[in-house]
Nanobody, 116 residues
Framework: VEPVESGGGLVQAGGSLRVSCKAS???????????WGWFRQPPGKQRELVAS???????NYANSVKGRFTISRDSTRKMVYLQMNSLKPEDTGVYYC????????WGQGTQVTVSS
């Protein structure tokens, strides 16, 4: 079982994108009881957690994206979203979602490229 990410693309610096994660193959109780995160892997670097949301919808962000990114979840649809505003070239990378504990297999991710 792995999530399916979508919504990436090429955008100019200062622009916005919303990426989506479908975890429909996860059972509902698993989705609802877990904390979910968006991870980013810049070119040539390791994957890092940039945003997370708990089962009670508390959120946490890496300092590099705080104030620009917003994570949300839809328990009915078993979806996790990441709204990204004021994008910077250093936000470029492949974006993945998973539980914060990385319990699922990694999906294909979705590529986000921010041009300067």
């Amino acid at each position: 079982v792995e999530p399916v990410e979508s919504g990436g693309g090429l955008v100019q610096a200062g622009g916005s994108l919303r990426v989506s994660c479908k975890a429909s193959r996860a059972i509902t109780s698993f989705f609802n009881s877990n904390n979910w995160g968006w991870f980013r892997q810049p070119p040539g670097k390791q994957r890092e957690l940039v945003a997370s949301i708990t089962s009670t919808r508390s959120t946490n962000y890496a300092n590099s994206v705080k104030g620009r990114f917003t994570i949300s979840r839809d328990s009915t649809r078993k979806m996790v979203y990441l709204q990204m505003n004021s994008l910077k070239p250093e936000d470029t990378g492949v974006y993945y979602c998973n539980t914060v504990e990385e319990a699922l297999n990694w999906g294909q991710g979705t590529q986000v490229t921010v041009s300067s």
